[in-house]
């Protein structure tokens, strides 16, 4: 299994970003997946969550209203389409793939990516 995380950047705050991720040697359709975030010297933490079918979706509370997680099963693709960005979302951005188990844990998730680095000035 290899996620494969591109997109991630430099951005201004208040700016947007899409970060993709791009999974393969798995059965893409029949996964849910995750984006977390870790930032220098803090855990990683969950942003967002969508089932196999692309519904339902679900969101840390620091991102929600900004944030959208999309996939394309026909691309084996999920995406995270990032609006009004602040420098506390400065993190480097990882996507997950999981059969079972609640999308805010981290321990439910099976296989990562690498992650891709966004950076946010102020």
């Known amino acids: 299994v290899q996620l494969q995380a591109y997109g991630g950047g430099l951005v201004q705050a208040g700016g947007f970003l899409r970060v993709s991720c791009v999974a393969s040697g798995l059965t893409f359709r029949t996964y849910r997946m995750g984006w977390f975030r870790q930032a220098p010297g803090k855990e990683r933490e969950f942003v967002a969550g969508i089932d196999w079918s692309g519904s339902p979706t679900y969101y840390a509370d620091s991102v929600k209203g900004r944030f959208t997680i999309s996939r394309d099963n026909a691309k084996n693709t999920v995406y995270l389409q990032m609006n009004g960005l602040k420098p506390e979302d400065t993190a480097v951005y990882y996507c997950?793939?999981?059969?079972?188990?609640?999308?805010?844990?981290?321990?439910?998730?099976?296989?990562w990516g690498q992650g891709t680095q966004v950076t946010v000035s102020s």
């Open positions: 997950a793939a999981k059969q079972s188990g609640s999308y805010d844990s981290l321990l439910s998730y099976s296989d």
